[in-house]
């Protein structure tokens, strides 16, 4: 089998089922943990080529097994279809690790029903399971295996890391493995040392001052102005800093540089819709990296009652790195964001187009030309003719009061091809701002809602 586009041109064949089980970190680009995997082959001159992947996490319950493994086949082979291609074959791997008492053994013959369930519902769709392997324990198993003694029950002890040839190659090719989903998660979870008290207090304070001024149409541009910029000092700020290599460790030095105060006005200001769309056209260049670390850091101090406050820096960390290659992190960030709010709409359009394989420079095409228009009708005005040439002439700019239009980015994202639509029956958001959450309404002094 040909490794397909990760690793390309560095190509890589891989025979047995023990060079199958060392790649899968490699084709994912993390280790996955409690997962269903799909690994399509297409047909490339009778040898198998890898393409696209899919994953899923396993369902607790067994009767949610054979759901699960449909969702997942139809999803990776009608994704390759809309690619141009159609898988000729699978390759599936069910990752789990063993709980309290348990043995990789018994997790394998516990999931055999589910490797079952993969191949029946693959083989309904004329995609055929080549190999199924069971990860757990540092071993791995066939599902496929022939019975004639090639695994020993015991399983098969997997390759020491980076020993295997996918491994070789991937380092030659630049290609690096993070650790699992659950550490990728961890980044952008909300904090729960000792300063979580401490940001809960300072949004309740921020909440109370800048609500009332975030529903006002007259306060509601100058509240956007001063968080972009208090945005841009952080940017500044955090890019200024010394560079860290472990990514626990840079966090911890990001929460250090954004104060309680300064994160509370800026998760509230960007519950404006407005004031997030031009946040996210900071997307690429210089720009993006600072960034990402700021939304990062804002989602982590979403604390409390404040959890779906964290679906605008979610969606802004899951855009940025998705715009910067990253599908990875983008599709955690993204279903996190979700999590937080599922009628966040910017994130589900998001979330769609980036499982879908699309290309995000639409969307950045979209936003670059938003903030030339922005720059454009914000530079200063002349003040007039200078040398004493006399009045102006000519009608003065329209500055009438416009209605609102949806968020540009929730545009950009809808126009592109395949994109939803509104769900039926579901009331349509304000197209300015979302609602600012239970922690802003439970307060007398405050507005229900910015609609």
């Known amino acids: 089998m040909g490794d397909g586009d990760t690793l390309a041109p560095h190509h890589v064949t891989l025979r047995t089922p023990a060079e199958l089980a060392d790649a899968i970190p490699y084709l994912l680009g993390y280790r996955p943990e409690d997962s269903i995997v799909l690994v399509a082959l297409h047909d490339r001159g009778g040898r198998g080529r890898f393409g696209g992947r899919a994953r899923l996490g396993i369902p607790p319950n067994p009767d949610d097994w054979r759901a699960a493994a449909r969702q997942l086949a139809q999803g990776l082979v009608r994704g390759s279809e809309r690619r141009g291609t159609r898988p000729a074959q699978m390759v599936a791997y069910l990752c789990q690790e063993p709980g309290d008492g348990e043995t990789g053994r018994e997790i394998m013959e516990r999931l055999r029903p589910l490797a079952q369930r993969l191949r029946e519902e693959c083989g309904d769709l004329d995609v055929p399971v080549i190999e199924a392997l069971c990860i757990s ?30 491994a070789a190659a991937a380092t030659y090719a630049g290609i690096q493995v993070r650790g699992t989903l659950r550490e990728l998660r961890a980044r952008l979870l909300p904090l729960e040392t000792g300063t979580a008290l401490e940001q809960e207090v300072a949004l309740d304070t921020a909440s109370m001052a800048m609500v009332p001024r975030i529903v006002e149409d007259d306060n509601r541009a100058i509240v956007a102005d001063e968080t972009i910029e208090l945005a841009e000092l952080i940017m500044r700020r955090l890019a200024a800093a010394p560079p860290v290599a472990d990514a626990l460790e840079a966090d911890r030095r ?59 820096p979610l969606t802004l960390a899951g855009w940025v790195a998705w715009s910067a290659g990253d599908e990875l ?62 009045p102006r002439s000519g009608p003065r700019p329209d500055r009438r009061r416009r209605r609102p ?14 994109a939803d639509r509104p769900v039926p029956g ?10 600012l959450g239970k922690a802003a309404r439970r307060r007398d002094n ?6």
């Not at 709010?341 to 030309?369: I, K, M, W």
């Not at 405050?446 to 609609?451: A, I, Q, V």
């Open 329 to 390: 992190e983008a599709r955690e960030a993204l279903a996190m964001a979700l999590g937080a709010d599922p009628g966040y709409l910017f994130a589900r359009l998001l979330h769609q187009a980036c499982n879908e394989g699309l290309d995000p420079e639409s969307v950045r095409s979209f936003l670059r030309t938003e903030r030339q228009d922005r720059a454009q009708r914000t530079a200063p005005e002349d003040d007039g003719p200078e040398d004493g040439e006399g």
């Open 405 to 418: 239009r949806p968020a540009s980015s929730e545009r950009a994202a809808a126009q592109r091809p395949g």
């Open 426 to 435: 579901r009331p349509a958001a304000h197209p300015r701002t979302r609602p």
């Open 254 to 312: 990001d929460d250090r540089l954004l104060s309680a105060d300064e994160a509370a006005a800026l998760i509230l200001g960007l519950q404006d819709r407005t004031t997030r769309d031009r946040a996210a056209q900071w997307m690429e260049g210089d720009e993006a990296t600072p960034a990402l670390r700021l939304w990062r850091a804002l989602a982590r101090r979403c604390v409390g009652p404040y959890g779906e406050h964290a679906a605008a």
């Open 446 to 451: 405050c507005p229900e809602g910015t609609g």
């Open 137 to 166: 324990d540092g071993r791995f198993w066939s599902y496929c295996c022939g019975g004639k003694g090639c695994c020993p029950p015991e399983g098969a002890p997997m390759g020491l890391p980076g020993t295997s040839v996918v």
